[in-house]
């Protein structure tokens, strides 16, 4: 469903050019959740960015579903590492998680059902009227994913979606995603630099070169159980 080919990209130009991407190939199936490692710096979150549609890239091209990405903004929905920055402070949750549903030409009655559906599969039932700060941080994160399955998005982007809370929220977050992602037939990309978190995770493993990055490995993922 996502098909990333030849992907290229350069931060500025001349002597200062900073290649970031060295031309990146990836296919990704309907229902994989597929983690992204690689070395700190290596490109990972401009391959992320390229994806969603908010860096234009040097070279190459993605297409989900066959068309290129910049034409389905419907399709896609983004978590990211920085959920302070990503929710807005001065809204309540229940508007935080509804507000992108209005793009999809839904009405406040079925934003508002939308929202509350999300936020109890993410385990906030109720939290509607609360305000982002009034929340931790992993709460806070809860919110984020809450926002993009309300989306319903075909395919989920997180880049680094763990990386700010600590050890113990980390693993509930992360069994959160295996959970939604099972009810849901949704496909997602993680971009993580924990490889323990990836081969948790993840049902496949793509490792990306430092830059300019390239796919070095791609292997699949078979955890015993549950
Ligand atoms: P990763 O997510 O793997 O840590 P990034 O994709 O964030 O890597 O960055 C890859 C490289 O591109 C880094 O060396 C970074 O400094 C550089 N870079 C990222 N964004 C910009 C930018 N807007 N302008 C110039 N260089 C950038
Ligand atoms: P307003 O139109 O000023 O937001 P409402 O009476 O429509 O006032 O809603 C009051 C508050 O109830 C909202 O601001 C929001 O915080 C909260 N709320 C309760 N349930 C939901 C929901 N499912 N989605 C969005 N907001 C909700």
Redesign the pocket.
């Known amino acids: 469903m996502l098909e990333i080919s030849n992907l290229t990209h350069v931060y500025g130009s001349g002597p200062g050019a900073h290649h970031a991407l060295g031309g990146v190939d990836l296919k990704v199936a309907q229902g994989e959740l597929v983690c992204i490692v690689g070395p700190s710096g290596c490109g990972k979150s401009t391959l992320l960015r390229s994806i969603a549609g908010l860096l234009h890239p040097t070279g190459g091209t993605v297409t989900l579903g066959g068309k290129p990405v910049e034409r389905t903004p419907d399709d896609l929905a983004v978590v990211f590492q920085d959920y302070s920055r990503s929710l807005f402070p001065w809204m309540?949750?229940?508007?935080n998680?509804?507000l992108p549903l209005r793009r999809k030409g839904m009405d406040?009655p079925r934003?508002?059902?939308a929202?509350?559906e999300a936020l109890e599969q993410v385990g906030l039932a109720g939290a509607?009227?609360k305000y982002p700060w009034q929340l931790s941080g992993g709460m806070q994160q809860r919110v984020s994913i809450a926002r993009a399955l309300a989306y319903r998005p075909a395919l989920m982007l997180m880049d680094e979606p763990f990386g700010s809370v600590d050890a113990q929220t980390r693993e509930d977050l992360e069994d959160l995603t295996l959970r939604v992602r099972s009810h849901h037939d949704m496909t997602i990309l993680l971009i993580t630099h924990d490889i323990d978190e990836s081969v948790y995770v993840g049902d496949r493993v793509v490792v990306l070169s430092k830059a300019p990055a390239t796919v070095v490995g791609d292997l699949r993922v078979d955890l015993p159980g549950p």
Request: aromatic share 0%; no cysteine.
């Open positions: 309540s949750v229940g508007d998680v509804a406040r934003r508002r059902e929202a509350t509607e009227g």
